[in-house]
């Protein structure tokens, strides 16, 4: 046996492996979303970073958000490379990006996932471009972690209360229910006038119970208290729990229901409340059996224990991250265009619905007079509280500790709702460094 | 020292050996294995003691460093989740093994049989087996769909339920339906192993046990079934490792839930790490999953080297 | 000896009509069973959105459309997704394949130290928590510069599929008999010859049934996919993932459509070969 018989076929294997890798990257396509204006013979080399984010690939926002990246990048001689997640994929991702120290450019992140991020250390402080920008107060602060401004926002809005007027009246209810009790009377009347019709299609499904904490709220819970204590399996939060199961047991709102279910529900005409973004509207009213959808819908600030209680809604919305290393200034001032020039902004939410973060575009004719949305801002988003895990690097852990003991309440595993809170309280308290 | 033992091919040729420029037939035999060795060794073994190692550390995936906590994180595991994971993981991947099993050779002898269209079916039969696995996950996700799916549509038009189920949010039908989705995508498999099987079984055997009177039962236990022993303990055993393993369907369908009672090893290892980010737990729960395998693994072995005594 | 695959030997005419009538009810079963989700499937590609989501749902569509199958020829994407699986399956068939027939005739022709342990060793590597190795092996990848390469996800689905290739074929290299190379050695032929010239056109058939099982691996991951490579590197299931389902809603009849349109091609392609598909089972793993 000779030796170079036996290793020319182990070098095939290798230059097969190795033109693979090689071939791979040669036939890459070319970052996408950059065509050049011709520059200056005397400028810089065109910036390039990365921009993260699931708009960039989800069916309605992806003509939208890469038309902003190709506009930019021809007129500010900057490259922009896209790297699309799936929603429920991209904090995951992410982390471990920036775990392996590859993390680089721009993302777009969901607020809740703001604590996370900046836990890695990886990300740029960002305060000087938030500057002078006219962004809000609330938008602001939803980009911050213990003070430092990470993010900026891109849209802020809130998870709150929707109802089609006409199955209320068809029903009888003829005024909003302002409490928690005038709620359950007017459900109750739903379910009799029209058996087909889900009163609340309120959350139940694991995923999505994190709408829990608006009820428990509502029921005077506060869930992590100013101290830092987590006070689940308080009075509160055990009547609100109760009280949401009671409606599950009677009939008035049905098991599994998911946002996504909700929705389609909700846009064929057989949900008379539901819980849901600000963006709903245009969602449910695309592809709807029921004609005038649009005209239909009321937001509904959220019924209130007592009278003169503030109504609960949880602070919704996308900022835009940048990590530190190269590029990272071109990257942040991409950050600070996309999400504070004029132009953009208000484009944006007339073809997407999502409200913009500056004083200058919300004061803009085209927002101010979409009256769903300022409507919704005025009786949802203005009381509106942010997650109380949001300022904790585990807060997605955290978060699901609660669904999963909720849902364990909900589907009778677990007998008494007390029991099933501080179990959470306690499975919650040592992630809270 | 070994190297001189006798080779299974013939002395004579030995005198191939002491030629000069030639390899031994040994060092030959290590140089063929090497790529293989060197990747399993690469991206199977390393990683794998590197994050059996980290059990022994609290370490997070967002932060970078972590200290030394010895046990701390194995009985973390042992004392909350270990036991009800340990019992999904069972239940999933011996029942993914045993479902597919009966419905695929159910499905090989009926293609086996005087059936129309037999070559088409053969390959049609393929089809849930064709469908990338996180599609048909997301498939089944939407079939048991309790507020629109089509099964809970399905029994209500027969009268058989009055009321949509939600088969995915209670416990036992939770796991019932994924085993259902499972079994679809992968009894076809199964079905052509045991088909090919069924081929060889030589057509003069199952005459002459016809002659001797013996009715289809009695043929199909004494012919047939001895006959597949191997390929049937092939395909158990393959299903089996495989599905262990297996997450994707478990992670659409119900991510783990509802209350955990779909979680099996896998789903509680991508959850540790991915929405805990504890690297630390992840590791003590796969350093108590191999030193669980390390049993089947033996198991494993004795049915697999079993034809070396053939040849040593 | 002539092998059964022709009708079975019932000896009574009555045994005989009982059996087919059961035959066809167990056919028909078993075909409801794998069909109806495909039918529903297909049933939900043609119909438009608003109707996808309507309760009780309807078997067969009330209005038909095409446009969910126009959507996907209006993406090109996906077209990059199918070949990146396409290409990324197949050369993992092909990397499989080359690496475990020298591994099986090296265990299964030669003796030699060490030859027990990288037996137990290659056997036992399939058991191993891949959902745990994810992470070091993208820190691994991430620190050798080798994210979002081909080669990253060929490596990673060759490796995990060596272990039953290598099993697979290293069970039909035992049935060779030495003769067969004792023969050729003695007429001179090197070892590499012995392979490549001898060895390997008996072992085809084998080599069909394995590349299979390697080429599934490829085309069905979904999580390391995910991670290791980018956009442009894409596999199919997390390219329809991504593309399909959003953060405020998935496109069911969409992802339905496309999902069926991939998965064509090699269902005639099974369709087409499934008589040899089946024959190179019988030589491979299945020799009793």
């Not at chain 2, 009985?75 to 019992?87: W, Y």
């Not at chain 2, 695929?104 to 002898?109: E, T």
């Not at chain 3, 608003?50 to 749902?57: D, G, H, T």
């Not at chain 3, 459509?257 to 190179?280: E, K």
Request: charged share 15%.
């Amino acid at each position: 046996m000779n030796a170079q018989q036996l290793t020319r076929p182990l070098i095939a294997a290798g230059l097969l492996m190795g033109t693979i890798a090689c071939g791979g990257q040669a036939a890459a396509p070319p970052p996408a979303a950059a065509t050049k204006a011709p520059a200056p013979p005397a400028a810089a080399a065109p910036a390039e970073f990365t921009f993260t984010g699931w708009a960039i690939n989800e069916g309605a926002s992806k003509e939208v958000v890469t038309g902003y990246m190709k506009a930019y990048g021809a007129s500010k001689n900057a490259v922009i490379k896209e790297q699309p997640f799936p929603f429920g994929e991209e904090l995951n991702q992410l982390v471990l990006q920036a775990s392996g120290g590859s993390a680089q450019g721009a993302a777009q992140l969901d607020i809740a996932w703001l604590a996370t991020m900046a836990a890695t250390g990886k990300l740029k402080d960002l305060s000087a471009y938030a500057k002078d920008r006219g962004y809000t107060q609330a938008g602001l602060l939803s980009g911050q972690v213990k003070g430092v401004q990470y993010g900026l926002p891109w849209t802020t809005g809130s998870i709150g209360m929707a109802a089609n007027k006409q199955l209320l009246d068809a029903a009888g209810v003829t005024s909003m229910p302002k409490t928690v009790a005038e709620f359950e009377t007017a459900l109750l009347k739903i379910k009799k006038s029209n058996p087909d019709v889900i009163p609340y299609a309120g959350m139940t499904a694991a995923a999505q119970l994190k709408d829990i904490l608006f009820w428990i709220w509502t029921f005077g819970g506060t869930v992590i208290d100013n101290k830092g204590n987590v006070t689940l399996g308080d009075a509160g939060s055990v009547a609100a729990l109760e009280w949401y199961k009671s409606l599950l047991d009677r009939g008035l709102m049905n098991k599994e229901m998911d946002r996504f279910t909700a929705r389609q529900l909700f846009s064929q005409g057989k949900v008379a409340f539901y819980d849901d973004a600000i963006v709903m509207k245009g969602i449910v009213t695309k592809d709807s059996p029921v004609k005038n959808l649009g005209d239909l819908i009321v937001p509904v600030a959220r019924p209130v224990l007592k009278e003169g209680d503030k109504p609960q809604a949880l602070l919704w919305g996308h900022i835009v991250v940048v990590f530190e290393g190269k590029n990272a200034d071109a990257a942040a001032q991409w950050a600070q265009f996309l999400t504070s020039d004029l132009a953009t902004t208000t484009n944006y939410f007339e073809k997407l619905a999502l409200p913009p973060t500056t004083d200058a575009a919300l004061k803009a004719d085209l927002v101010k007079k979409d009256s769903f949305t300022s409507d919704w801002s005025s009786k949802i988003t203005a009381t509106a509280n942010a997650n109380p895990f949001a300022l904790y690097a585990a807060s997605a852990r955290m978060e699901s500790i609660l669904t999963e003991r909720v849902n364990a309440y909900l589907v009778g595993s677990v007998p008494t709702a007390k029991a099933a809170l501080d179990k959470a309280a306690a499975d919650i308290t040592p992630l809270l460094k | 020292m070994s190297m001189e033992r006798v080779s299974p091919i013939a002395p004579s040729t030995r005198g191939w050996q002491k030629r000069p420029g030639r390899l031994r037939d040994s060092q030959t035999a290590v140089l063929l294995v090497l790529p293989a060795a060197a990747l399993l060794l690469a991206i199977i073994v390393y990683p794998l003691l590197n994050s059996m190692l980290i059990g022994f550390f609290d370490k997070s995936l967002i932060y970078g460093g972590g200290t030394f906590v010895g046990f701390k994180n194995l009985e973390a595991v042992l004392n909350n989740e270990f036991i009800p994971v340990l019992g999904n993981t069972l239940v999933f991947a011996i029942g993914a093994t045993l479902l597919p099993f009966f419905i695929g050779f159910g499905a090989s002898l009926i293609l086996n049989g005087p059936i129309p269209a037999r070559g088409f079916l053969r390959g049609a039969f393929l089809l849930p087996w064709l469908v990338p696995s996180v599609i048909a996950s997301f498939l089944w996700l939407w079939i048991f769909n309790a507020n629109y799916g089509v099964l809970n549509g399905f029994l209500r038009s027969l009268g058989v339920i009055s009321q949509n189920n939600s088969w995915l949010s209670t416990g036992g039908s939770a796991m019932l339906a994924v085993l259902l989705a499972k079994t679809w995508q992968t009894f076809p498999w199964i079905a052509v192993m045991l088909l090919a099987g069924l081929q060889t079984i030589p057509a003069d055997q199952m005459e002459s046990a016809a002659i001797d009177g013996a009715n289809r039962w009695n043929r199909f236990t004494h012919v047939t079934l001895p006959h597949l022993r191997n390929v049937i303990g092939i395909v158990l055993l393959l299903s089996l490792i495989w599905n262990f393993q297996h997450f994707e369907t478990i992670y659409v369908m119900t991510q783990g839930g509802p209350a955990k009672a779909t979680t099996t090893f896998s789903v509680a290892v991508y959850q540790t790490a991915f929405q805990a980010f504890d690297l630390g737990k992840a590791g003590a729960l796969g350093i108590l999953w191999m030193l669980l395998l390390s049993v089947v693994v033996i198991v494993y072995l004795r049915f697999g080297m079993r034809g070396e005594e053939d040849f040593s | 000896m002539k092998t059964t695959s022709g009708p079975w030997m019932a000896t009574r005419a009555s045994e005989r009509a009982l059996g087919r009538i059961g035959l066809y009810a167990a056919l028909a079963l078993a075909m409801f069973f794998a069909f109806f989700p495909i039918y529903w499937m297909l049933v939900t590609s043609l119909r438009p959105n608003s109707e996808v989501f309507a309760f009780p749902p309807s078997l067969l569509p009330q209005t038909l459309t095409l446009e969910h199958y126009a959507n996907f020829i209006k993406n090109p994407q996906l077209l990059v997704y199918l070949g990146n699986s396409v290409l990324v399956a197949t050369t993992t068939a092909l990397v499989s394949l080359i690496i475990s027939v020298y591994a099986a005739y090296s265990f299964s022709k030669f003796r030699y130290t060490g030859r027990r342990a990288l037996m137990f060793l290659v056997l036992s590597a399939q058991m191993f928590p891949q959902a745990l190795l994810l992470i070091s092996l993208y820190l691994m990848f991430s620190e050798l510069k080798m994210l979002d390469t081909y080669a990253v996800l060929v490596l990673s689905f060759t490796t995990f599929t060596l272990p039953l290739c290598i099993w697979m074929l290293k069970g039909y290299f035992d049935h060779i008999p030495t003769d067969l190379i004792e023969a050729a050695k003695i007429d001179g032929a090197g070892q590499m010859q012995i392979i490549h010239r001898i060895l390997v056109p008996i072992v085809r058939p084998a080599l069909v049934a394995t590349g299979i099982f390697a080429f599934m691996r490829g085309w069905n991951d979904f999580i390391y996919a995910l991670t290791l490579v980018g956009k442009s590197k894409q596999t199919l299931p997390p390219g329809l993932v991504l593309t399909y389902i959003g953060e405020f809603q998935s496109q069911w009849a969409d992802m339905m459509a496309a999902s069926l349109l991939v998965s064509l091609p090699l269902v005639i392609a099974f369709i087409l070969f499934q008589r040899q598909i089946v024959s190179g089972l019988t030589a491979g793993a299945v020799k009793g």
